[in-house]
């Protein structure tokens, strides 16, 4: 094998690696269609995948929301793990394929690599393939790869809606393979968060400066039980995407969503009342806030 290979990559690949792709992909999206043609989907996987997968497995259509997560692995696995053939590509020229063949689909992931590799480009690996592949450096491999894939979102009518994003996925997943080529590497897979939803990145500016303005403008202070009560909520904002689910989980969440707002509503409402009386009443409470003495 070539130059830092650890071998072949094994079977567990698939599991180590689903776990960093679902972060990156993140949960429910239905982006305008003029920035993702994909329109809806869940985890990764699009309304229109979902539909086929269901109905071949003689399954009634749903709503892709309700996706579980053995079919979100089923699909993954039979529909992109397999037809870049995961198992037999080296540690990290895996991930970077199975990246490409979710992002962009299976074909062009495997052309591009063909394209690396100076082999016949025709979306399928084979033996000639298998073989560019191990007369290689793996890192080299996967640095070109990663070139490559990064210019042809570049080409893309799209790519002005989502070049942030896009740019680092693919630093992400490219640093991630290179570890995993790497035999000196502890820890060969980097789980990678998920980013910011558009509209939630849109909206952070706007929320940090609004804080700004409310904690040293005005001089208001949270005490303990207010930041405590701030953190409940934000934990259950985290619960409400699987509210629509449903299943048992969906009305789980649905519970501890509304128990938790009540808690966190109810710790912050809390803070300012023992705030108020702090004060000697509303009077100096409205009267401190104004001098910037809260």
């Not at 893309?156 to 809606?161: H, M, Y």
């Not at 501890?256 to 705030?275: N, P, V």
Request: proline share 5%; hydrophobic share 40%.
């Amino acid at each position: 094998m070539g130059k830092g290979l650890r071998g072949v990559a094994v079977k567990s690949n698939f599991q180590k690696l689903l776990r960093p792709l679902l972060g990156i992909e993140g949960g429910i999206a239905d982006r305008p269609l003029k920035d993702d043609p994909a329109g809806l989907t869940n985890k990764g996987v699009t309304w229109k995948v979902y539909d086929a997968y269901r109905v071949g497995k003689g399954l009634p259509k749903r709503s892709v929301k309700l996706i579980m997560n053995a079919e979100v692995e089923e699909i993954y696995e039979g529909q992109y793990w397999k037809p870049v053939r995961g198992d037999d590509l080296p540690s990290g020229l895996d991930w970077a394929v199975f990246d490409f063949a979710v992002n962009s689909g299976p074909s062009r992931a495997i052309k591009e690599l063909q394209r690396v590799l100076g082999c016949n480009v025709d979306g399928v690996i084979g033996m000639a393939t298998l073989a560019g592949i191990e007369k290689a450096d793996t890192s080299t491999i996967i640095d070109h790869y990663c070139d490559r894939r990064l210019a042809f979102m570049r080409g893309l009518k799209n790519w002005g809606a989502n070049k942030n994003g896009w740019t680092r996925r693919v630093k992400e997943v490219r640093a991630a393979a290179l570890d995993m080529a790497d035999p000196e590497t502890p820890e060969p897979v980097k789980v990678v968060t998920a980013p910011l939803p558009p509209s939630a990145a849109a909206k952070a500016p706007e929320t940090a400066q609004a804080q700004l303005k409310t904690a040293e403008g005005m001089g208001l202070t949270i005490t303990a039980a207010g930041a405590g009560g701030e953190k409940v909520r934000q934990f259950a904002e985290s619960v409400q995407p699987h509210m629509g689910m449903e299943t048992m989980l969906g009305r789980l969440a649905f519970v501890a969503f509304t128990l938790l707002m009540l808690i966190g509503g109810g710790l912050i409402g809390y803070a300012y009342i023992s705030r108020i009386r702090e004060k000697g009443g509303l009077g100096g409470f409205v009267g401190s806030v104004f001098r910037g003495t809260t």
